[in-house]
Protein backbone atom coordinates (compact mmCIF):
# COMPACT_ATOMS: atom_id res chain seq x y z
CA UNK A 1 0.00 0.00 0.00
CA UNK A 2 3.27 2.26 0.48
CA UNK A 3 6.62 2.29 -1.19
CA UNK A 4 9.58 3.97 0.15
CA UNK A 5 12.39 4.69 -2.26
CA UNK A 6 15.59 5.91 -1.55
CA UNK A 7 18.15 7.33 -3.79
CA UNK A 8 21.71 8.72 -3.86
CA UNK A 9 23.99 6.50 -2.27
CA UNK A 10 27.53 5.70 -4.01
CA UNK A 11 31.23 5.80 -3.35
CA UNK A 12 32.52 8.79 -1.50
CA UNK A 13 35.86 9.90 -0.54
CA UNK A 14 36.71 10.85 3.14
CA UNK A 15 35.60 13.89 4.17
CA UNK A 16 32.99 14.02 0.94
CA UNK A 17 29.48 14.63 1.19
CA UNK A 18 26.18 12.75 0.04
CA UNK A 19 22.43 13.06 0.15
CA UNK A 20 20.32 10.74 -0.02
CA UNK A 21 16.62 10.86 -1.08
CA UNK A 22 13.40 8.90 0.35
CA UNK A 23 10.10 9.65 -1.48
CA UNK A 24 6.96 7.69 0.05
CA UNK A 25 4.22 7.08 -2.47
CA UNK A 26 0.67 5.18 -2.11
CA UNK A 27 -2.49 5.68 -0.12
CA UNK A 28 -1.22 8.11 2.17
CA UNK A 29 -3.33 10.41 4.15
CA UNK A 30 -0.32 11.81 6.11
CA UNK A 31 3.16 10.88 7.59
CA UNK A 32 4.17 11.62 11.05
CA UNK A 33 7.62 10.73 11.92
CA UNK A 34 10.28 10.28 9.25
CA UNK A 35 14.36 9.22 10.16
CA UNK A 36 16.93 6.88 8.54
CA UNK A 37 18.75 4.01 10.36
CA UNK A 38 22.25 2.44 8.92
CA UNK A 39 23.62 -1.13 8.91
CA UNK A 40 26.97 -1.98 8.46
CA UNK A 41 28.23 -5.64 7.91
CA UNK A 42 27.88 -8.24 10.91
CA UNK A 43 26.52 -4.97 12.92
CA UNK A 44 23.08 -3.85 13.94
CA UNK A 45 20.87 -1.60 12.50
CA UNK A 46 21.74 2.02 13.98
CA UNK A 47 19.96 5.15 14.29
CA UNK A 48 21.15 7.81 12.13
CA UNK A 49 18.49 10.99 12.07
CA UNK A 50 14.79 11.39 12.56
CA UNK A 51 12.49 14.21 11.84
CA UNK A 52 8.82 15.17 13.40
CA UNK A 53 6.02 16.23 11.00
CA UNK A 54 6.53 19.38 12.56
CA UNK A 55 10.04 19.75 11.87
CA UNK A 56 11.95 18.63 15.39
CA UNK A 57 15.07 16.38 14.56
CA UNK A 58 17.30 14.03 16.66
CA UNK A 59 20.88 12.49 15.76
CA UNK A 60 22.97 10.32 17.47
CA UNK A 61 26.34 11.68 18.84
CA UNK A 62 28.41 9.77 16.06
CA UNK A 63 26.76 11.86 13.02
CA UNK A 64 25.51 15.17 14.72
CA UNK A 65 26.99 18.31 13.19
CA UNK A 66 28.19 16.22 10.07
CA UNK A 67 24.32 14.63 9.16
CA UNK A 68 20.96 17.37 8.35
CA UNK A 69 17.66 15.62 7.80
CA UNK A 70 15.26 17.73 6.36
CA UNK A 71 11.25 16.94 4.24
CA UNK A 72 9.53 17.83 2.70
CA UNK A 73 5.84 17.08 3.16
CA UNK A 74 4.11 18.19 0.11
CA UNK A 75 6.13 15.72 -1.74
CA UNK A 76 6.46 13.03 1.38
CA UNK A 77 10.04 13.12 0.85
CA UNK A 78 13.02 12.91 3.47
CA UNK A 79 16.35 13.83 2.86
CA UNK A 80 19.69 13.27 4.27
CA UNK A 81 22.88 15.50 3.90
CA UNK A 82 25.63 13.87 4.70
CA UNK A 83 28.88 15.70 5.07
CA UNK A 84 32.58 15.34 6.40
CA UNK A 85 32.06 11.43 5.53
CA UNK A 86 34.44 8.67 7.43
CA UNK A 87 35.01 5.52 6.29
CA UNK A 88 32.90 4.23 9.36
CA UNK A 89 29.83 6.01 8.04
CA UNK A 90 29.80 2.95 5.19
CA UNK A 91 26.85 1.12 5.94
CA UNK A 92 23.15 0.42 4.00
CA UNK A 93 20.99 3.18 4.78
CA UNK A 94 17.63 2.59 5.29
CA UNK A 95 14.60 4.95 5.48
CA UNK A 96 11.50 4.72 7.12
CA UNK A 97 8.00 6.74 7.93
CA UNK A 98 5.29 6.10 10.36
CA UNK A 99 2.50 7.03 7.68
CA UNK A 100 -1.08 7.22 8.02
CA UNK A 101 -2.93 5.01 5.67
CA UNK A 102 -5.76 7.11 3.92
CA UNK A 103 -7.89 3.92 3.60
CA UNK A 104 -8.12 2.96 7.51
CA UNK A 105 -6.55 6.10 9.29
CA UNK A 106 -4.39 3.84 11.31
CA UNK A 107 -0.55 4.49 11.42
CA UNK A 108 2.37 1.81 9.70
CA UNK A 109 5.92 2.24 9.75
CA UNK A 110 7.04 1.14 6.65
CA UNK A 111 10.81 0.59 5.39
CA UNK A 112 12.78 1.45 2.21
CA UNK A 113 14.77 -1.12 0.81
CA UNK A 114 18.06 0.79 1.34
CA UNK A 115 21.30 2.07 -0.63
CA UNK A 116 24.42 1.59 -0.45
CA UNK A 117 26.92 4.36 1.06
CA UNK A 118 30.61 3.35 0.63
CA UNK A 119 33.34 6.13 1.66
CA UNK A 120 36.86 4.61 0.78
CA UNK A 121 39.53 6.26 -0.89
Known amino acids: QVQLVESGGGLVQPGGSLRLSCAASGSIFSINAMGWYRQAPGKKRELVAT???????NYPDSVKGRFTISRDNAKNTVYLQMNSLKPEDTAVYYC???????????????WGQGTQVTVSS
Open 51 to 57: ITSGGST
Open 96 to 110: NAAVVLATTRYEYVY
